[in-house]
Nanobody, 127 residues
């Protein structure tokens, strides 16, 4: 089992940027496909972005495409989510998730396909 710890959340004005980090321990992260999900108050959890083990394959939700970038540094056992042009509707708790499945063989957009989750980091975007 891998332990995941998110950081980098905070309060930002609309149009601003944040970079979230997800640091892993307990397992070499290069074996995992990784995803970022978010959950706003009163709403269901939704997919944000996913990245393959090598980092060469990424997918994004339509709502964040062109604004968010997922990346990873396997040497640091860390996955990132750079968020630009933030909007009030991006306000949510953001969670990273890991699975040893190959991203090309799984439902990367489905939270149930991931085995390990972090505790989340809160992002608030003011208008």
């Amino acid at each position: 089992q891998v332990q995941l710890v998110e950081s980098g959340g905070g309060l930002v004005q609309a149009g601003g940027s944040l970079r979230l980090s997800c640091a892993a321990s307990g397992r070499t992260l290069s074996r995992d496909s990784m995803g970022w999900f978010r959950q706003a108050p009163g709403k269901e959890r939704e997919f944000v972005a996913a990245i393959s083990r090598s980092g060469g394959y990424t997918k994004y939700a339509d709502s964040v495409k062109g604004r968010f970038t997922i990346s990873r540094d396997n040497a640091k056992n860390t996955v990132y989510l750079k968020m630009n042009s933030l909007k009030p509707e991006d306000t949510a708790a953001y969670y990273c998730a890991a699975t040893t499945a190959d991203m090309e063989d799984m439902r990367w957009y489905d939270g149930d396909a991931y085995d390990d989750w972090g505790q989340g980091t809160q992002v608030a975007v003011s208008s």
